[in-house]
């Protein structure tokens, strides 16, 4: 790695901006930092020259506005960095990710088949009507459309339709009952209400599931 090393991370405030931060070091003055990000919905990497300050040693960050850039919620962004120094050296840095969650709400999780289930609080009803929704409606699902199911498949169940809209109006996204990205192998439902769970999410994840 011609005396180059580097260390990044990213972080973010869901809707709002994310950041991207590096730390690397150089036998020989650092020239230039490029940044790069991809994601599943967006068409082509973005790339980014990067403003850094230091030497042989130096600290890099970038914001993506969120705002501008819609990203999926429960996307997962893979992002790496070039280090470019004066001698001609240059370090790919390891591709790393950051999974997109709407991380206003405390999600709890259930698995099972590779079906992981998120809800939030404190009702385990709820994340288990949401796991027998689909466990139940699979076979016959496949058996009409004859495709895998993704692996793993993820579903959110918001604690009321209101959240769910506004996590996607966040994101850019227009409110329609509910909400699956298959791209992604992500669905979004909502159902707070542990005594109307099943019977709600019965009927919309099987929609979704389609």
């Known amino acids: 790695e011609q005396g180059i090393s580097a260390e990044s991370q990213a972080d973010y405030n869901f809707g709002q901006v994310m950041h991207f931060s590096l730390s690397a070091s150089a036998e020989s003055p650092i020239r230039r930092v490029t940044l790069f990000i991809r994601a599943p919905e967006l068409p082509n990497t973005l790339t980014a020259d990067v403003a850094f300050s230091g030497s042989e040693e130096i600290e890099a960050s970038h914001p993506v506005d969120l705002t501008q850039l819609r990203l999926a ?23 790393q ?9 405390e999600w709890r999780e259930i698995e099972q088949d590779g079906v992981h289930v998120y809800w939030t609080g404190d009702e385990p009803a709820v994340g288990q009507a949401a796991l027998d929704a ?13 495709t895998d199911p993704a692996d793993p498949l993820r579903v959110y169940v918001y604690p009321t339709a209101a959240d769910l809209r506004a996590g996607l109006r966040l994101t850019g996204r227009d409110w329609v009952g509910a909400h699956a990205r298959p791209e992604l192998g992500v669905i979004l439902v909502a159902a707070g209400n542990s005594l109307t769970a099943a019977t709600d999410l019965a009927q ?3 929609h979704e599931l389609a």
């Open 73 to 95: 919620p429960f996307t997962t962004v893979t992002y790496w960095w070039l280090v470019e120094d004066q001698d001609g050296n240059s370090v790919e840095t390891e591709h």
């Open 97 to 105: 990710t950051v999974e997109y969650v709407d991380n206003q709400f």
């Open 134 to 146: 689909v466990i139940s409606s699979m076979p016959e699902m496949t058996a009409i459309i004859p």
């Open 204 to 206: 919309s994840i099987p």
